[in-house]
């Protein structure tokens, strides 16, 4: 009887970890700059290491971070070596996780399923 306890108590284990619900957690910033950005983003996810370039035409949406989690806030997830490039024809602008939490505060919150979204759409982004 133990021996069986001890064989099937793993295995209760494993599944009780396999059902535990994911979430994608999604950050977008809105480019209210009146010009597109051309956007360089570090360590901004859970899932690759990968640096990411792309453009945010003006009134587009571009996607900053994005993480796996278990039920965690995605404040929580920013890694402290994230880092966000934002250049326009005025400059440029740098923000760090802390800065990006900072903004998270304020952003609204998206839910539908286990995908979550939040939009940064503070004009303070632009350079």
């Known amino acids: 009887m133990t021996r069986s306890v001890g064989l099937i108590l793993p295995f209760v284990s494993l599944y009780g970890c396999a059902a535990q619900q994911v979430y994608n957690n999604h950050v977008y910033i809105e480019n209210r700059c009146g010009q597109p950005l051309e956007l360089k983003v570090s360590n901004s996810s859970n899932m690759h290491s990968l640096d990411r370039n792309m453009t945010a035409l003006t009134g587009s949406r571009a996607l900053v971070a994005s993480f796996v989690s278990y039920g965690e806030d995605v404040i929580e997830q920013v890694p402290n070596?994230?880092?966000?490039?934002?250049?326009?024809?005025?400059?440029?602008?740098?923000?760090?996780?802390?800065?990006?939490?900072?903004?998270?505060?304020?952003?609204?919150?998206?839910?539908?399923?286990?995908?979550?979204?939040w939009t940064i759409r503070e004009a303070s982004i632009c350079p």
């Open 81 to 117: 070596h994230y880092l966000l490039t934002i250049n326009d024809t005025a400059g440029s602008k740098t923000i760090n996780s802390s800065e990006l939490k900072r903004h998270l505060i304020g952003a609204q919150k998206a839910s539908e399923g286990t995908r979550r979204e």
